[in-house]
């Protein structure tokens, strides 16, 4: 079997698994729970039979001059909902993450558009623009797209060392999804950084290894009855209690009440002194007039 048609059957299987994982997602009903996920998966069953069309007609939709172009433009414009779309996911696995603690929780999404924000301007901050012209797409593509696995990746670090803490399950979907992205970003890097050597296509098949791995993973956490998550049962003296009420608090002005300020136990001593002092003086000169 040649390379080619290896690569082409596991394109095939790929878009089977694609088209598997979007029937289950909504007869299950996920797409409730993680809306941007299921619009990533329409995304992709949707656009991929669209490109393969506009990419292998032979010549029923009009010329390869025409449609060259718009096949272009298909494809990118995909490429960057896709990327927009998996900044949502990411958003969408930390909420269901943390949603046992509401406090951290909020505060830790406004922490992570932050971030989202941080990572795009340096993205967008590095790029050189020698050409103004339609070439710069594709940086444009591929830089977001970097931003977006270094999150996914930090992403499921983050959900690996924290739980235990956060009572989360392996078996839960989100941690199923973290782990998907996860395997998907480690074999784009891989693509990326061997993009110019000898191994190119032992890569590729190592890459699709992957995707075809995690679109199982997908499909499998899918398909798989999830069991209940359980309530978190802190102790009052708990750290993470201690913090999920701190970041509750955070910018909740409540009701405004007025504190004393403690008052020095030595400096009621000597009060308490002068007063019996003066008490008993006034009291033996009463008893002397008498």
Known sequence: ???????????????????????????????????AMGAYLVLRVASTPVLLVFLLDGGLLGSQRTLL??????????????????????????RSALSALPGLMRL???VFRWVVLASVIISFSTISFPHWDIRIIDDIAYRLMRSVSILELCLLVFLCLTMNAFCLSIRDLAFGIALGFGMMSTADFILAATSHSSLTDQVQFLCESL??????????YAALPEPVRKPMLLPVNSTIYRWN??????????????????????????????????MSRDLKDRKSET
């Open 1 to 35: 079997m040649s390379s080619q048609l290896a690569m082409s059957l596991m394109s095939a299987v790929e878009f089977l698994l694609w088209v598997a994982l979007g029937l289950l997602f909504w007869k299950k009903k996920l797409h409730r729970r993680f809306p």
């Open 69 to 94: 172009p718009i096949y272009f433009f298909l494809y990118w414009a995909v490429y960057i909902a896709s990327a927009v779309l998996l900044f949502f996911v990411c958003l969408e696995v930390f």
């Open 108 to 110: 830790g999404i406004v």
């Open 211 to 220: 995707i075809l791995v995690s679109l199982g993973i997908w499909v499998t």
């Open 245 to 278: 009420e701190i970041a509750s608090a955070l910018g909740h002005t409540g009701t405004q009440v007025a504190v004393r300020q403690p008052v020095n136990s030595s400096l009621l001593t000597d009060v308490e002194n002068v007063v019996d002092r003066v």
